[in-house]
């Protein structure tokens, strides 16, 4: 049987509020044939202005909404922040948290990451948690310390009440800061290595969950061939590629 990956397309800041409603409108038979032939998952996560609007154009289909973050707050006084509630209101399914982007340009560290998890659990979101060592660290060979770092902070906070996570999927994106954007990947043997540990500690972790280790980080039609033969790869974080339509669908395809 085909394994069912999940494709989640962040749409970064490459797209204005008019553009994104304009890509969605060219290729809205397009998404759904997608949907439809592979029936594989896709997650588009826009900007928070599209959001709604986009939902409002794809309602009563297969396809998924994200958000690219959260706020690690309930409510309150942060200016310029999002609460993982009103995602919910709005219907978001799943929530991009602790994207390098997000990590290097707004400073978002790892314990305010891991409150931004809970925040997206109380609200029934799925968090899509990024980790990802830069290239110094992967040419130090310090990869699985930082990951550690990275992910005990998430880790420590699943808490052992099962109904939370019931509906939900943990997506864990390994996302090698110097592989984001840059066309440079991992090697074969790099990615076995990394989705084998991660695999094993988040089974130790919890083995109810439904976890998703996904990779992100330069993903295009010509290499999603080699990511696929990783084992241990649920599903794809697609940056570039996913705002040009055609790229999207060969690697989905
Ligand atoms: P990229 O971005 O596919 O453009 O490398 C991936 C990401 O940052 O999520």
């Given at each position: ?7 989640v397309?962040?749409w970064?800041m490459?797209?204005s509020?008019?553009q994104?409603l ?8 397009d998404f759904i ?11 588009i996560?826009p900007?928070f202005t ?9 309602k009563s289909?297969d396809?998924?909404?994200g958000?690219q973050?959260?706020?690690s707050?309930?409510?309150?006084a ?9 995602l ?6 799943y929530c991009?948290i602790?994207?390098?982007e997000?990590?290097?340009n707004?400073?978002?560290d790892?314990k ?5 998890f809970?925040?997206?659990?109380a ?26 770092k990275?992910?005990?902070?998430i880790?420590s ?8 996570y ?12 110097w592989?984001?954007?840059t066309?440079?990947?991992?090697s074969?043997d ?7 540990w991660?695999a094993?500690?988040v ?13 992100g ?8 061939g080699f990511?696929?033969k ?9 940056g ?7 790229k999207l669908?060969?690697?989905?395809q």
């Amino acid at each position: 049987m085909k394994k069912k990956y999940l494709f989640v397309a962040n749409w970064k800041m490459y797209l204005s509020f008019e553009q994104a409603l304009e890509f969605a409108a060219q290729h809205y038979d397009d998404f759904i044939a997608l949907t439809k032939d592979f029936a594989c998952p896709i997650i588009i996560c826009p900007d928070f202005t599209s959001l709604t609007s986009l939902k409002k154009i794809f309602k009563s289909t297969d396809i998924l909404f994200g958000a690219q973050d959260c706020s690690s707050h309930a409510r309150g006084a942060f200016t310029g922040q999002v609460c993982a509630e009103s995602l919910r209101q709005i219907g978001c399914d799943y929530c991009i948290i602790g994207h390098s982007e997000t990590r290097i340009n707004a400073k978002h560290d790892d314990k305010e990451i891991s409150n931004k998890f809970l925040q997206l659990i109380a609200q029934g979101i799925s968090p899509i948690i990024c980790i990802g060592e830069q290239e110094e660290d992967y040419k130090k060979g310090n990869v699985f310390q930082v990951l550690e770092k990275q992910l005990m902070g998430i880790l420590s906070r699943v808490s052992a009440d099962q109904h939370l996570y019931q509906d939900l999927s943990i997506c864990i994106a390994y996302e090698p800061v110097w592989s984001i954007g840059t066309a440079q990947i991992p090697s074969q043997d790099h990615l076995n290595n990394v989705f084998s540990w991660l695999a094993d500690k988040v089974k130790k972790n919890n083995k109810t969950i439904d976890w998703k280790l996904i990779y992100g980080g330069s993903v295009a039609p010509e290499n999603i061939g080699f990511f696929k033969k990783i084992d241990m790869i649920d599903g794809f974080l697609i940056g570039g590629a996913s705002v040009d339509f055609q790229k999207l669908k060969k690697i989905v395809q």
